[in-house]
């Protein structure tokens, strides 16, 4: 059996979706978003418990009278029901994609003096002023002969600290390295990038704890900076993100891992208002470890246990069912409106052998059965997929990583 865990990483408008479908890219804002996965290209979005998805498709069907076939889009539509235990939704800040500092450009440099001497030359044109004209000539051909000088300084002087940035690993010092780079003679219009990529390169040797640069240290250099704190807020938060990502790459996270994050997050001062998703999604691989190496719960159940067979997991659920609950159809185009409908209610019991619930009867499925099991923190269910079932098993509880991680360790169980 497979464990998947289907959650959205956002970065600004870009999302990358893990799930049993595979890998998939979507990009938009909140609200709408256009995406790419192995079933093709489709259109997403919605807001406040009503959500849509289109697949982009072409669908034909039949023509009037020129027998000509048309494109058309099928459309689903999918509603909230409020049936799977979420919490009240909190406004989360829209995501915000770093702005980091540009390199300067020639242009930038000269701009200030060519419009000054076209200013003064015009005026000289205008007035009849050799003088003014003469003067404004001088001061554009000076212009680009100093802003040239200040480029070439300025690319010179970033050139050189990257370079140092990326020796740092093998320094022995790199405090005092990112230190020195601070004092590095630049020109005033580099400065705030210089001073960028110093705040990154400190940040990034952070995450390595092996790199000599605590907390402490970190704060020391940043402090040296004369970069908003908005700035260096944002690398921190960015850098936090990054790394998150990659480490949720392989659908887990390790006891070890989330310590480390854990220091990473207090030694950056990061905001938990920034991080509500990752905080949560941390929250998650938690209960399912504990799930993973929980003994098996010691409590009545109205089951009757065949020899060997243990009680893993209880818990308050559903048993949930897909539904069309609607169709309708706008400007020729029909829509069907989908959402969960509770087919059972009342308590989940996973043991080493079965899942059963108990209703006004009970219903109980194999665990060696079942293939996948997809846990969703977008809509707090999890999916198990049973061989020779067509449609998959939709559980939902007030800890749906607590249940998925009981099912998986019922897995194990089963093949000892």
Known sequence: ???????????????????????????????????????????????????????????????????????????DQFMDTGLTYLEPAEKLPEPTELKTPEHPRFYDLVFRYALFSFLLMLGGLLFASYIALSSGLILMIGGFGYSGILYTKGKQAIQKTEERLERLEHS???????????????????????????????????????????????????????????????????????????????????????????????GLKLSGDKLQQEIKTIRAYRDFREALNAEPDSVEAPLNLTRD????????????????????????????????????EGSIYITSKRIVIEAESLRDYRVNKIQNVTLS????????????????????????????GALRKAEVMSDM
């Open 1 to 75: 059996m497979g464990f998947f865990l289907r959650k959205s990483f956002s970065s600004g408008p870009v999302r990358l979706n893990l799930s049993k479908g595979g890998l998939g890219l979507s990009v938009g804002v909140t609200g709408s978003r256009l995406g790419l996965n192995k079933k093709g290209a489709y259109v997403a979005g919605g807001r406040h418990g009503f959500y849509y998805r289109e697949n982009l498709r072409k669908k034909k069907h039949r023509g009037t009278g020129s027998g000509t076939n048309q494109p058309r889009i099928a459309a």
């Open 172 to 266: 022995g010092d790199p405090e005092g390295e990112l230190l020195k780079n601070i004092d590095l003679d630049i020109p005033a219009a580099f400065k705030n990038y210089h001073q960028y990529l110093i705040a990154e390169a400190a940040v990034s040797l952070y995450l390595d704890s092996s790199s000599g640069i605590d907390a402490e240290k970190l704060w020391n250099i940043l402090d040296h900076l004369s970069l908003s704190e908005k700035l260096i807020s944002d690398i921190c938060h960015d850098a936090f993100q990054v790394l998150f990502e990659e480490l949720v790459a392989d659908h887990m996270i390790s006891e070890d891992e989330e310590k480390e994050l854990a220091r990473i997050y207090k």
């Open 309 to 344: 067979e243990k009680v893993l997991f209880t818990t308050p659920g559903r048993l949930l069912a897909e539904r069309v609950l609607d169709s309708y159809v706008r400007a020729g185009q029909r829509y069907k409106v989908t959402g969960y409908i509770v087919d059972l």
């Open 377 to 404: 923190l977008e809509d707090n269910t999890v999916l198990a997929e049973l061989e020779g079932r067509k449609s998959p098993l939709i559980l939902t509880c007030p800890n749906t990583p607590r249940l998925a």
